[in-house]
């Protein structure tokens, strides 16, 4: 059966990039008929906190993405701790004593006889009696992997045929001096037991590809996982997507009142020749495959993103968002305004409009006839029939015709130059507002200032 992993960090709350990675993995996995699993990689104690990972949980479960099995990194020391012996016994895993100081000094010798900066492998050469004078001056040792002297082969599922000769890359350091194991070790120890077939995540890891695929040959029976590295997200400006940039968290999306649905649609295909459309994850999943994404860096648009959210707002039911609408709206009212969101936010400023206050504002002499018209004839009782018998009496009295009638109109009883249909709305105002407002308009327009 098809297994795959999403694996955050709770070291900050989920981005596009990250919420992306997410999305694929489910994607792909409903698509198979497999498994989504949850792991936090939760080794960084100093910079992870409890609220990240709540946040992880509470951003995944308002995308609507489900996982089948979860695990943390942190309940699994023992694990790495046992699979680190096998590899000392094996010679896979040996101890290195320089510091940093005397690995930037063989780097830089390195790169000045325009050789590639790759560790040299002293600590092999060290006899037991150099490695017992070491610690007993002090030091402690770090741990590196021994890596084949190979070559290491895959074919991506979405970036095509990839090799890299392990001669080129440093032995990577897998348990640090105070014994915390590092990312590849983990990972690659995690990834076989919990029987992952797929590793689908982002161009950035490309490079530790080669190296977890020799650790896990020498970790595991199972078969090596296959690799999709999907080409990283860049902003507006190019740069790629950070953790630390708030105004494209998924937090900060779903504060400013960006539908779940609107996210998931576009990022399901970014980065794919096919269109957005504002499809449930159950038809995403049905049309997903790794082969439509491109080797190119795709390019997060907000405009499209705003655009899709629109989309779905303006079809969207009263009970789907009656609970997050502001205290006594209605379905007249989200009738009435749902055709003019951009955001559910937005909802409130008109709910302001509807039933609260407004600024009022000063109109143009030439306009005050049709406000004292207005206010000469309006019904006493406010329908969404009323609008328009009530503009026709406007214009009669006063001659006023399309954008000089209606404008006016707008501007007094809204604060606003555009928005929903007057009709429903005036009903939702009623006409004791709508007369105070008149009134007011009125009074500001005679005595500006």
Known sequence: MVKVRFAPS????LHVGNARAALVNFLFARHEGGQLLLRLDDTDTARGRPEYEQGIYDDLRWLGIEWDEQARQSDRLARYEEVAEALKKTGRLYPCFENEDELAAKRAALIRRKLPPVYDRAALAMTA??????EANGKTPYWRFKLSDEAVSWNDLVLGGRNIKLATVSDPVLIRAD????????????????????????????????????????????????????????????????????SISLKSLRKDGIEPAAITAYLARLGTSKDTAPL???????????????????????????????????????????????????????????????????????????????????????????????????????TPQSWKGW????????????????????????????????????????????????????????HPG
């Open 179 to 246: 014994g915390t194991p590092l990312y590849t070790f983990t990972s690659v120890v995690d990834d076989a037991d919990m029987g992952i077939t797929h590793i689908i995540r982002g161009e950035d890891h490309v490079s530790n590809t080669a190296v977890q695929i020799d650790l896990f040959r020498a970790v595991a029976r199972a078969p090596v996982p296959r690799f999709a590295h999907l080409p990283l997200i860049s902003g507006g400006d190019g740069e790629k997507l950070s953790k630390r940039i708030g």
């Open 391 to 446: 503009t026709a009496a406007i214009a009669t009295a006063t001659g006023a015709k399309g954008k000089e009638l209606y404008q006016p109109l707008r501007l007094a009883l809204t604060g606003e130059e555009h928005g929903p249909e007057m009709a429903p709305l005036l009903s939702l105002m009623g006409s004791a507002r709508a007369a105070r407002r008149l009134s007011a308009c009125v009074a500001a327009s005679a």
């Open 129 to 134: 009696e150099q490695r017992a004078a070491a």
């Open 280 to 382: 449930p994850l159950s038809e995403l999943a049905a049309q997903f495959s790794l082969s439509d994404f491109s080797r190119s860096p795709p390019r997060f648009d907000a405009a499209q993103l705003l655009g899709l959210n629109r989309k779905l707002l303006h079809h969207m039911p009263y009970e789907a968002v009656r609970d997050r609408l502001p205290e006594g709206a209605g379905p007249d009212f989200w009738e009435s305004v749902r055709g003019n969101l951009d955001l559910l936010s937005e909802a409130r400023r008109w709910w302001a409009v509807a039933r609260g206050e407004i600024t009022t504002p000063a109109l143009p002499g030439a306009a005050l006839p049709v406000i004292e018209a207005a206010l000469a004839s309006l019904p006493a009782e406010m």
């Open 10 to 13: 709770p070291t900050g709350y």
